[in-house]
Structure formats: C-alpha cells, structure tokens
C-alpha cells in the first residue's frame, strides 16, 4: 500500500489538510486503516550524506590497508549493521529480516549515525577527517558549547 503525507505547519492549515487526508482515505477504501500522527523531522541533509560516503571511502582505504578487503558499500553496510540493525518486512507474503539503512533517518538520527561511526573508526585506530565548513562540524562545536 503506497503512503501519502501531509505536512501541517500551523494551525491555521489543520482544516484544508484534513480535507485532503479525508479524499485519501475515501478513494484508497481499505479498511480497517491505520492513522499515525508525529512531529515532522527535517531528512538528513547533501552535506551529511556526503560526508557519510567520504567516510565510508576513507574507512575501507584504511581496512583495506589493515588486511581487511571492504569497499565503501561494504563499510556501509557494517556501519548499518552495527549502529542501525534490522528489521522485519513483508516481502512477496513472506516476512524477511532486512539490514536497515540509512536514507529513512532525519537530520539528527544522521547526525549521531556519525558520531558512531566517528567513535568506531577511532577505536579501530583510524583517524577520519572532515570539512571545517561542515554542518558535522558545525553540530559538534555547537555540542561542547
């Protein structure tokens, strides 16, 4: 079943938005229907997501380079598996474990994926670097005021 969203900004749009959902709900006729309401949460940003992968790069030179063959999809999937787990999903009628990824996290969840993958590389001896002008950098510094 496909999933619609709405996003309300203020009070001021509950009405008109409601409108909306209601037509949804009448065209979709699937009964019964769940409705899940939750604070809307920015979705990681361009500069976190290529940091991610800069990372990623930069951890499977350095594993590599220690013995340990992995590619930057490799080391994303670890990084999922250790920081993220998994999660069942139906999938053809049958319920499948799959590794979660990353492209459903907000900007915050990103944000402390990175702060573990940053403590992980250290504790494996690896130093990652990243951009002074970067939003990584820039929520780090704004932490340790």
Same mark, same amino acid.
């Given at each position: 079943?496909?999933?619609? =969203?709405?996003?309300?900004?203020?009070?001021e749009?509950?009405?008109? *938005?409601?409108? /909306?959902?209601?037509?949804?709900? %009448?065209?979709?006729?699937?009964?019964p229907? *769940?409705l899940?309401?939750?604070k #809307?949460?920015?979705?990681? !940003?361009?500069? $976190?997501?290529?940091? /991610?992968?800069?990372?990623?790069? $930069?951890?499977?030179? =350095?594993?590599?380079?220690?013995?340990?063959?992995?590619?930057?999809?490799?080391?994303?999937?670890?990084?999922? #598996?250790? /920081?993220?787990? =998994?999660?069942?999903?139906?999938?053809?009628?049958?319920?499948? %474990? !799959?590794? *979660?990824? !990353?492209?459903?996290?907000?900007?915050?969840?990103?944000? #402390?994926?990175l702060? $573990?993958?940053?403590?992980k590389?250290?504790?494996?001896g690896?130093?990652?670097t990243?951009?002074?002008a970067?939003? =990584? #950098?820039?929520? %780090?510094?704004? $932490?340790?005021?």
């Amino acid at each position: 079943m496909s999933s619609n =969203y709405w996003i309300i900004r203020g009070v001021e749009e509950i009405d008109e *938005r409601l409108k /909306f959902l209601a037509a949804d709900l %009448r065209r979709r006729n699937t009964w019964p229907m *769940r409705l899940d309401v939750k604070k #809307h949460t920015n979705p990681r !940003t361009l500069d $976190q997501n290529s940091l /991610f992968w800069m990372w990623c790069d $930069q951890l499977a030179s =350095y594993l590599t380079a220690k013995g340990r063959p992995m590619t930057k999809d490799d080391v994303h999937d670890l990084m999922c #598996h250790l /920081f993220l787990g =998994y999660e069942e999903r139906k999938l053809g009628g049958e319920i499948v %474990r !799959t590794l *979660r990824g !990353t492209s459903k996290l907000d900007k915050g969840e990103f944000h #402390h994926f990175l702060e $573990q993958m940053d403590a992980k590389a250290v504790e494996w001896g690896c130093q990652l670097t990243y951009p002074i002008a970067s939003e =990584y #950098h820039e929520l %780090r510094e704004a $932490q340790n005021v």
